[in-house]
């Protein structure tokens, strides 16, 4: 089988516009959520979220200017405008620049949203109902396509190869490296740009996981405490915004240009609850066998797992999960670090996957568990590290990174050193 | 210039994002300013707007140029 590894990164968080800004202030343990500005919140029960830092683009704001222009932006809904920004630093990053027509049909570019253009929906929905059909804009559909981050990536950079978009909700961005490292493995491609994004800071995007009962709602006088993983004082999710990007390349074509090799991806495991439609099984053996079945794919035992970046979401599921992890490593729980990092940028919903997987291989590159923020009170008996409030400095050879969906869908990517 | 004129030139200065003085009279939405077949669809609908008018699909095909939306807005306004 053809081996994968990572060479480009980049991303769009509630904490930063870039990888390294974004990794400096996790590591620090910054947070990135505050009171919502993006929309007139006064009807809806959340009033936070965790919003990207818009600005001039200096010093880790977000400047849409730098990644679209604005007449390009008026035609595309934000996850895109996420999604092509997120894709644009990584592609820059890896350095590839396909130079022949071979070159252009062997890159590919695979990059999902959980729910798509949801504000372009809801406005044009309101539109219609006012103005009538023939103010729809013809810009309205290809705005919202989940797949159009894809499209546009690949218009901007001449990509002709698989052109593809995973929806699976909250673990769309995981599905999309793995399926897209699959295609590699499996020769439709040399390289793959690969992640997800999001855009779902609205006032319908909240009114929705309101009544979903998936948010939290009672921290609105200390937002930066609400989204705190395994905590015993935990009450739901907080909404994140974003989206995070790899290039994928074939291990011998990264050699042969002397790209720069952050990691490998070693395992890729799926799998479905059949349970039910919000809720994770409450034995967690949905998640198990997703995360067995990367570690068998990577021909790892679960010992040989160092880090963990949970699925972890601030939710009643968190408890699930552990309990899911613990029966994987058995006696190796106690010597693995395990942290959600959603408790710093909040859920990214299909963009966090891939967000999280570029926090795996930061950690492996810089040998650091990245915190979980607000745990005071860890769950009793718990036998992982769970990095409460501070970054670990330790070994890390393979990390792990959980992601998990409405609709009982898991993927589970395992990631090793670029160097070993 | 007309008045007319003056607001359809600043639609299209803003909808396809192009400099002031490339937009002349014979001045070709597509061939000379940009567009795609979609973005002069959305012209349409933002001269429809500003002006209060409706421009049938059948007209909208023979707006080619910055000129013939002004003729045509002048005669239907």
Redesign the interface.
Known sequence: MRRVVVTGLGMVTPLACGVEETWTRLIAGQSGVGPITRFDCSRVVTTYAAEIPFGDGTNGTFNPDDWM???ER??VDDFILYGMAAATQAVKDSGWVPGTDAERERTGVMIGSGIGGLSAIADTAILLQEKGP??V???FI?SALINLVSGQVSIRFGFKGPNHAVVTACSTGAHAIGDAARLIQFGDADVMVAGGAESPISEIGIAGFNACKALSTKRGNDPQAASRPWDTDRDGFVMGEGAGVVVLEELEHARARGAKIYAEVLGYGLSGDAYHITAPSEDGEGGYRSMAAALKRAGLAASDIDYVNAHGTSTMADTIELGAVERLLGEAAGSVTMSSTKSSIGHLLGAAGAVEAIFCILALRDQVAPPTLNLDTPPEGVRIDLAPKAARQREIAVALSNSFGFGGTNATLVMGRGDL | MSDIADRVKKIVVE???VEEDKVTENASFIDDLGADS?DT??LV?AF??EFGI?IPDDAAETIQTFGDAVKFIQNAA
Request: charged share 50%; aromatic share 4%; net charge neutral.
């Open positions: 222009d604005p007449k008026r035609k023939r103010r804009s013809p810009f290809p | 909808h396809l994002g979609l669809v959305e609908m429809e707007e409706e």
